[in-house]
C-alpha cells in the first residue's frame, strides 16, 4: 500500500527520495508526489499513476533540496487523481505532510476545520489531517507540539512525514498501527515505510514503535511518544543483501522469487534443523516453551496466501501433535468474539508482518489474555513486534506482489514447528530422523521442478486464453488448490476457483465442459486413488485435465492431458513441492497475457487497511 521516504541531509533529497519511490513501488499503489525546499519555501509535485509519471514532471527542473519528503498513494479516500496524490498542502503551503494509514474521524475534525474557514481541494482524510496540524500550529506556533497535538486526537492509524517553511531544517515523522523507520547514514537521515528504501544508503535502521514521533534535523534525530513521554531506540542491522530487491537479470521479481526458494528454503532450516535428534530448534520460542508444552488448542490466524499456508500448517499440526487446530480467516476472528480457552495458543502468520486485519485478531487475542506467537518475514515488522514470541521465516524481501516464496517459507517454518511440537509430545525419534532428513531435501527437490519450467510454460502457452479455471486436490493438496487458484487470479486476471477435489460433485460440476481447464494436484498418497476417480469425473465432461503428479506415476498420463511431474517426498511436506509448478504455470500465463506482473492491478503488498 502507501509508501513514504524522507531525507535529510549532503545529498541532493530529489535524487534519494525518487530513487525511494522507485523502492517502494512494489507495495502497489496509482499515483506518487514529493515535496522539497526551493528558494526557501515548500514545492510540490504530484501525479497520478507510476512514479515514472512523476519523474515527467520534474526532471527538468534541476531540482535540489537538502530535505524532502515524497509518497506513493493506495487510495482510500478519494478516486486516484493529482489532487488525491500526496504531499497535501495546508492553505498556505506552510506545511508538506504525506500519510499512510487511515484517519476514522476525518470527517468529524473536517467538519469543525470547515466551521473555522478552511476549505478542501482533496477527497481525504490526509488533507485533513494536515490542516488540523496546520490550525494547531496557529494556537501554539511550535511545529513539534503542534503535530504532537494534533496526532493525539486523531482516531486511526497513521504513518507520516511532514516538512514545514515554519521550521525549514526538520522532518518530523510518527506512527501508529504503519510502520516507519529511520535509517542513520553518514551526516544523512533516511525515513521510510520499509527498508527497501532505506539499504542502498545505510544499513543501520531505527523502528519507530507505535505512538512514537521522531525530529530529524541536521544534527541528528530524537524520539519521544505522541504522549510526551521520552523514548529510547535500539539501533538494528539490515540483514539482507540489495541484490535482493534488484531483479538481477530476471524479468520479474517473481520469476526471481519463484527461483529464489531452494535458497529461501535453506535460509528457513539454517540452524533449525537437527537431522541427528530427529528434531528442529527454534530459538524464538524458548521464553514460551512450558506454554507449548501445555498448549491444548491452537488457533492460527491469517490472510490471504498466508492463511493457505495456515491450512496446511492445521494438517501438519494435527498429525504430528495431535492438538485440534482451527484456521481463522483473521478479519473474521476480530469480529466474532472468538472463543479463547487458557491453554490456547494463537499463531499469526504475516509475510509483511503489516496485515491490519492480522494485527487486530492478535490485538483481540491479546485482550483475552491468549499467547500469541508470530511467524512472519519482515524482520521488524509490527506483527513481529506485537507478538510474545515468534518465528522468522527469513525468506528475505518478497517485492512481487504475489506471494511465493515467502509461502513455503511459511509451509518449511510451519514443518518445524510441527516437528519441535510433535517430539514434545508424541513423535519417536526415528519418525522425527525422518522427517527432519525430508526436510533437508527439499532445496534440491524444489531444484528439480525449476529445471522442468519450460514444459510448465509450453502449458502455460496454450491455456492461456481460457477465461475460467478449476483448480482441485484434496488432503495436504486442498490448501494448494486453493493458493493456485488464488495466484492465478492475482496475476493474470483469469478466473479460478479452488475446491477440495470431492466437493467438484457438489455443485461446481456444472461448470465442466470443453472450455474448463481443471488443475488436479494428485500426488502419490493415501488418496490418489480417489482423485483418480474424481478426474474420470471431468474427463466424462469433456473437461480438460493438468495434473501435478509425483515422479514415477506410470498411470496419470493415462488420465490427464497435461502432467507436471514432481519428486516425492512425504505427504505432509509436498505443498512446499506441489505449489511451485502452480506458481510458475500462473507466472507464465500472466506474461502471455501482457499483466504487470509485480505489481498487478489493485493490488498492495501489505494490506494496511481493513
Ligand atoms: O503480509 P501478509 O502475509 O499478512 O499478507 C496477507 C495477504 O494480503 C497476502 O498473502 C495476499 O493474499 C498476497 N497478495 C498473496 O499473493
Known amino acids: 500500500m502507501c509508501g513514504i521516504v524522507g531525507y535529510i541531509g549532503n545529498q541532493n533529497a530529489v535524487n534519494v527520495l525518487m530513487n525511494g519511490l522507485n523502492r517502494l513501488e512494489y507495495r502497489g499503489y496509482d499515483s506518487a508526489g514529493i515535496s522539497i525546499f526551493e528558494n526557501d519555501s515548500i514545492k510540490t509535485f504530484k501525479k497520478v499513476g507510476k512514479v515514472e509519471a512523476l519523474k515527467g514532471i520534474i526532471e527538468d527542473r534541476n531540482l535540489s533540496s537538502k530535505i524532502g519528503i515524497a509518497h506513493t498513494r493506495w487510495a482510500t479516500h478519494g478516486e486516484p487523481s493529482d489532487i488525491n496524490a500526496h504531499p497535501h498542502s495546508d492553505s498556505f503551503n506552510n506545511i508538506s505532510l504525506v500519510h499512510n494509514g487511515i484517519i476514522e474521524n476525518y470527517s468529524t475534525l473536517k467538519q469543525k476545520l470547515i466551521e473555522l474557514g478552511y476549505t478542501f481541494k482533496s477527497q481525504t482524510d490526509s488533507e485533513v489531517l494536515t490542516i488540523f496540524i496546520s490550525y494547531i500550529y496557529s494556537q501554539v506556533k511550535d511545529l513539534e507540539e503542534a503535530v504532537r497535538l494534533a496526532l493525539s486526537e486523531v482516531e486511526g492509524t497513521f504513518g507520516i512525514a511532514i516538512i514545514s517553511n515554519y521550521e525549514p531544517d526538520k522532518i518530523i515523522a510518527a506512527r501508529r498501527g504503519s510502520p516507519m523507520v529511520l535509517g542513520i547514514g553518514d551526516d544523512e537521515l533516511i525515513l521510510a515505510s520499509d527498508t527497501s528504501a532505506i539499504i542502498q544508503y545505510t544499513r543501520q535502521v531505527i523502528y519507530l ?228 532428513k525430508e526436510l533437508s531435501l527439499l532445496p534440491e527437490k524444489i531444484n528439480q521442478i525449476l529445471e522442468n519450467a519450460d514444459n510448465i510454460k509450453d502449458i502455460a502457452h496454450k491455456f492461456y486464453k481460457s477465461k475460467n479455471f478449476l483448480y482441485l486436490g484434496r488432503g495436504y493438496n486442498f490448501p494448494v488448490a486453493l493458493e493456485g487458484a488464488l495466484k492465478l487470479k492475482e496475476i493474470s486476471y483469469i478466473h479460478a476457483e479452488g475446491y477440495p477435489a470431492a466437493e467438484m460433485k457438489h455443485g461446481p460440476i456444472a461448470l465442466i465442459d470443453k472450455d474448463m481447464p481443471v488443475v488436479f494436484i494428485a500426488t502419490k498418497d493415501e488418496i490418489y486413488e480417489k482423485m483418480l476417480s474424481n478426474i474420470e469425473e471431468v474427463r466424462a465432461r469433456k473437461g480438460t485435465v493438468i495434473a501435478i503428479a509425483t515422479e514415477g506415476d506410470s498411470q496419470i498420463s493415462k488420465f490427464a492431458d497435461h502432467v507436471i511431474y514432481i519428486p516425492e517426498t512425504l505427504p505432509m511436506l509436498i505443498p512446499i513441492l506441489s505449489v511451485v509448478p502452480l506458481q510458475l504455470l500462473a507466472y507464465y500465463m500472466a506474461v502471455e497475457l501482457g499483466r504487470d506482473v509485480d505489481q498487478p492491478r489493485n493490488l498492495a503488498k501489505s494490506v494496511t487497511v481493513e
Open 209 to 436: 514503535a507505535d505512538n512514537e514521533m521522531v525530529v530529524l534535523d541536521a544534527n541528528g534525530y530524537s524520539t519521544k511518544t505522541i504522549g510526551n513521554e521520552t523514548t529510547t531506540n535500539v539501533i538494528h542491522q539490515i540483514e539482507y543483501d540489495l541484490g535482493r530487491i534488484e531483479k538481477s537479470g530476471y524479468d520479474h521479481f517473481m520469476l526471481k522469487e519463484i527461483n529464489e526458494q531452494p535458497q529461501t528454503i535453506t535460509d528457513a532450516f539454517r540452524g533449525r534443523l537437527l537431522i541427528d535428534e530427529g528434531n528442529s530448534r527454534l530459538g524464538g520460542l524458548s521464553i514460551i516453551e512450558e506454554k507449548l508444552r501445555n498448549a491444548k488448542r491452537i488457533i492460527i490466524t491469517a490472510c490471504g496466501t498466508s492463511w493457505h499456508s495456515a491450512l496446511v500448517g492445521e494438517y501438519m499440526i494435527e498429525h504430528l501433535c495431535h492438538i485440534p487446530v482451527e484456521v481463522e480467516y483473521a478479519s473474521e476472528f476480530r469480529y466474532r468474539n472468538p472463543i479463547i480457552l487458557p491453554d490456547d495458543l494463537i499463531i499469526a502468520i504475516s509475510q509483511s508482518g503489516e496485515t491490519a486485519d492480522t494485527l487486530a485478531a492478535i490485538q483481540e487475542a491479546k485482550q483475552k489474555n491468549a499467547t500469541v506467537i508470530g511467524i512472519v518475514n519482515v524482520v521488524g515488522s509490527t506483527i513481529s513486534r506485537e507478538t510474545e514470541a515468534g518465528v522468522y521465516i527469513h525468506a528475505g524481501p518478497e517485492i512481487g506482489v504475489a506471494s511465493t516464496k515467502a509461502f513455503t517459507s511459511q509451509l518449511a517454518v510451519l514443518a518445524l514447528f510441527s516437528l519441535y511440537m510433535g517430539r514434545m509430545r508424541r513423535v519417536p525419534i526415528i519418525e522425527g530422523q525422518r522427517i527432519a
